[in-house]
């Protein structure tokens, strides 16, 4: 069985369920046309105390549309966090594979449950792909420059080359056991960093891992106001994992090696004067990543001195 998880927050993410229960459908018939014995399969969509009314209405509407083909709507009364909200899901999950979906995807294959379908027993944990969309939606510069340079790490030669290195759960099919043995680490209470320590313990724990291209759009382009605020939050996560995810942060090990060299007062002092003006330049049309990597490594290292609460 395969339970599809979808945890969701302020996001209507009504095409994406209709979508994957059409695959649903669509491959349960195929595989039994072929010989290949009955498909069983579920959908959880689990709402983490979403403050958009109506986008929650809408999406439990449709959930309970589609009760009859097994979609199963949860709602949180408290924001949990992603972590803790995919490990509920996992949870409450009956099948003995586990598919999470971010909320903000978007089906662009006709076969991507079948894809993942016949991938399902290469390894403890089989991983998707990420696209971006094709034209960059205006005023979200930032976010999609930041993800088509990321692009090339997405290719599945360079992450079957590098398997563990920054694992994403954009869409992701676990074996339920891995995600009941080794849940998401839910210090992530925020936004940020839950997949690369994901990616860290399941090597730590000698987890194998398999990528394959079984491609969903990336749909939730942030605007470039918003992505800076996620980016900022995620900072704060990442200085709170102490550990295996500060050595495998490059930069955090960039940051500690700018206090070992006792560097960091200057450092400061430099990006308190040209902060204003890096915050200008990553809101504009046509941010830089260079910059948009001081500005990181700046706030970085406020947070961690505790010039940021």
Known sequence: MLSILIPAFNYDVRSLLQALVDQCRQLSTALAAE?????????????????DA??????????????ADGVRYLRQT?????????????????????????????VCEPDFLRRYYEARDRADVVVGALCNPAVCPRGCELRWRYEQAAMPRRSVAYRAAHPYESLSTFNVLFHRRVLLDLPFDERCTEYGYEDALMGINLQLNGYSIAHIDAP????????????????????????????????????????????????????????????????????????ALACFFAYKAGEYLRITAGAVR
Not at 84 to 106: K, S, V
């Open 78 to 106: 408290s924001n949990m966090g992603r972590a803790r909200n995919c490990n509920l899901l996992a949870r409450e999950a009956r099948g003995e594979y586990c598919l999470l979906i971010d909320c903000d995807a978007l």
């Open 216 to 287: 969903l759009i990336h749909n939730g382009m942030d605007r470039n106001a918003d992505f800076l605020r996620k980016t900022e939050t995620g900072l704060r996560t990442l200085s709170r994992l102490t550990g295996p995810m500060q050595e495998h942060s490059a930069l955090a090990r960039l940051c500690d090696r700018i206090t070992r060299w006792h560097l960091r007062p200057l450092v400061l002092t430099g990006y308190g004067l040209l902060r204003p003006l890096l915050r200008w330049q990553l809101l504009g049309r046509r941010p």
């Open 35 to 51: 010989g290949q014995g009955r498909f069983a399969y579920e959908v959880l969509l689990a709402d983490d105390a979403s403050t």
């Open 54 to 67: 109506a986008l929650e209405t809408a999406n439990r509407t449709l959930a309970e549309q589609l009760a």
